[in-house]
């Protein structure tokens, strides 16, 4: 076979790889999100004693850093901005949607902004001259404030790769990985008190496999193939996947430090404590929970009671029950139908 009709064969390829790239009958179809594994176990986790009123107010990229170039400078950011927006919709999935009422704080301009909006209307329209609370009534509160961000995004932790080649044809094998670090912190909404902090990191991997040939099919013709696919795992999702690592991890500390308590059996509530100390860790699943300062033992469970709010919320729910969890309420805030929701915090 000649140089020209390997060179034939080559651009054929090439054309119809342009050809697969530009129908649009083989452009993937919107999906939803995969549930990772950690979500499955946030979602799976016991309600709490009580439903806890909790506010984000920004969950924020704290490294300045900009997305690493071989090439030109870029002014795209290594993680994405969005990361309060991630948070939010964990808090809201977690347990069923049975620990956290989430309340809105990142965009709470625009909350009151339509609500003035309603209350003007209301005067102009209705010719009400005070507010009417059954029309408008008071913005819940939250007990605890959730802090914290990405702290730290390091590139090229760890490079590799290998490659053989005989007789002008071979492939070749690399391999990136970069790490992705964030804090979080519950704070008392009463006290300001710092009541626990978290830290998760999660490598995010990027890997490219390639083959080529390099090699004289005739004197004076010469055939060079290349081809190859690479790997970037997405850092969004490596971001979420570490943000509901740090809220089940929140959970369990809180449980371990009786700020909140689990709405199941002692035995079931301490094996799911046991297996969160053994991975943090790094050791074996220990026997026995470690005990509070003052002597007390640690299951994490409410006595076996059920949680307070683990139905309804609390606008359905006029006359909540006491709260079983060890702590002490924060002072009581009026939600849409009337009744009071109490943030709780550690004793």
């Excluded at 008392?188 to 978290?198: D, H």
């Excluded at 309804?312 to 702590?327: F, L, Y």
């Amino acid at each position: 076979m000649s140089f020209r009709h390997n060179m034939i064969l080559a651009l054929a390829a090439t054309g119809l790889g342009g050809c697969a790239v530009h129908n649009p009958d083989v452009w993937e179809a919107p999906k939803y999100l995969k549930s990772s594994p950690v979500r499955d176990k946030l979602g799976s986790l016991p309600p709490p004693g009580q439903r806890l009123p909790i506010a984000v107010y920004g969950f924020t990229d704290q490294t300045g850093q900009f997305k690493p170039s071989d090439t030109v400078q870029t002014l795209s950011r290594a993680v994405t901005q969005g990361a309060t927006s991630i948070l939010v919709k964990t808090l809201q999935d977690t347990g069923n949607r049975n620990w956290f009422q989430v309340v809105e704080r990142e965009r709470l301009d625009n909350v009151l902004r339509e609500r003035a909006v309603i209350r003007e209307m209301r005067a102009s329209y209705l010719g009400e001259k005070q507010l009417n609370t059954d029309a408008l009534p008071p913005l819940l509160f939250a007990g605890v404030l959730l802090e914290g961000g990405i702290i730290s995004y390091d590139s090229n932790t760890k490079t590799g790769g290998s490659g053989a080649r005989f007789l002008g044809i071979g492939g070749s094998t690399q391999y990136r990985e970069d790490t992705v670090t964030i804090y979080l912190r519950a704070v008392s909404v009463k006290t300001g008190e710092v009541l626990s902090t978290v830290s998760v990191r999660k490598s995010i991997a990027a890997v490219s496999v390639g083959a080529n040939a390099f090699r004289f099919v005739d004197f004076k013709e010469l055939l060079e193939l290349e081809t190859g696919i690479t790997y970037n795992e997405p850092d969004q999702i490596a971001l979420s996947q570490a943000i509901e690592k740090a809220v089940y991890a929140l959970i369990m500390e809180g449980a371990l430090t009786n700020l909140w308590c689990l709405s199941t059996d002692a035995e079931s509530s301490a094996k799911l404590l046991q297996e969160y100390i053994a991975e943090r860790d790094s050791i074996k699943q220990p026997a026995e929970l470690p005990k509070m300062p003052n002597g007390m033992s640690v299951t994490g469970a409410c006595n076996g009671n059920k949680a307070a709010l683990s139905g309804p919320s609390p606008q359905r729910n006029p006359t909540p029950s006491k709260p079983v969890a060890v702590s002490r309420a924060v002072p009581p805030a009026t939600n849409s139908a009337g009744s009071t929701t109490r943030g709780m915090e550690a004793n």
